[in-house]
């Protein structure tokens, strides 16, 4: 097989041993088998990984678009020329 096997889809463990003769892998760690070409189909963890990778890169361009809007905040403003405070007038 030219492909490299995943980890272990139960423990994680890296360990996996092939028996070409009977076209199986196994986890040398839990023991959890499959055929040789199955080993390496997972398409649950497949379309996760995918959806994960458009969640992140969606959140980076709202972060960018962000940090757009608060550098825009601290630009100066031309149009304020003063603070006016109500209800602290002063009594004389």
């Known amino acids: 097989m030219s492909e490299k096997l995943k ?3 139960f423990c994680g463990g890296t360990k996996i041993c092939t028996e070409k003769g009977i076209n199986l892998n196994y986890c040398d760690n839990c023991s959890a088998e499959s055929n040789v070409e199955r080993w390496n189909t997972r398409p649950i963890e497949d379309d996760l990984r995918k959806r994960i990778a458009e969640l992140e890169a969606e959140i980076d361009q ?3 678009h962000y940090a ?3 550098q825009d905040d601290k630009s100066p403003n031309d149009t304020q020329t003063q603070t006016i405070v109500y209800g602290k007038e002063r009594e004389e």
């Open 7 to 9: 980890p272990c889809p």
């Open 62 to 64: 709202l972060a960018a």
């Open 68 to 70: 757009t809007e608060r």
